[in-house]
């Protein structure tokens, strides 16, 4: 069975026969991990690792104590070399369905002198609690970096994680994802004509740097429609460190907002890995 190609729709009546329970999108996924076979693979990952050490690389491996894969993180010389040299400011995000145990990849960029994105740190993960989340990023603390900012999503598990190995760290929210988020739910829950007004005063509180203007703002969205007052209140206004320019003005103008840098390279490496790739097939990928 490990060996056949079983379609998602089959798995779902798999599952479903079997537990006779509803059926999630990741329980299909998690089912369909179970099915591979977590050490066909281990030989030629091991290799790999192994050169990665010895070139003067990091590996950092974890299981659980059944011997249960819970991630794998690593930096090459190169990697660590580029944080060493430009460590103010990293980025990080997730992507997925790029190896065939369809293990979530956690990747890190600094950004150069150019303004460019580098790739610092590569890791698979079982799944994206804090807890494994720490341990692959404290493999950048190793290489005693502290960097001044950090741009994820709105992400909490990234965020605790990033919180429990970079205390001091300013943890910035990716501003195209932030407006995203809130233009959403405008759209969805108030008239077209007051979710454009409510959206022009909030990015107007995002690059005020008063803090009176921003509190003024705050007043002006709840007077146009007091409905949406608690969205922001418990989405937004109570984590307004992570995304209002007010908030931070002891940090220079930054000449990124966004995780656009690595998205980018997530959609990059999908138009050469997939769901079927091996580990050791990613991992000697000549262009990651």
Partial sequence: ????KISQSELRQIILHKQNKCVLGKDV????RKLKDPCTDSEGVEKILNSIKVGGGMVKYGVTPENEFLYLA???KEMIDSLKANKTILIIDCTYKVNEYLFPLLNVMCIDANGNGVLVLHA?????SVEILSECLSVLHDVCVEPQIIFVDKDFSEI???KQVFPQSLIRLCSFHTMTAVKKYLNTNVSKELSNKIFDLFKEQSYTLSEEAFELLKVDIISECPSVESYFQ???WSISDMWAACRNTDVAPLHITT???VESYHSRIKKHLDSH???SGWCCADFI
């Fill in 29 to 32: 996924e998690n089912y369909r």
């Fill in 74 to 76: 690593y930096m090459t």
């Fill in 259 to 261: 995780t656009n840098h």
């Fill in 160 to 162: 605790g994680a990033i």
């Fill in 124 to 128: 698979f993960v079982r799944n994206e």
């Fill in 277 to 279: 790739t091996t580990l």
């Fill in 234 to 236: 418990n989405n937004w």
């Fill in 1 to 4: 069975m490990v060996g056949t």
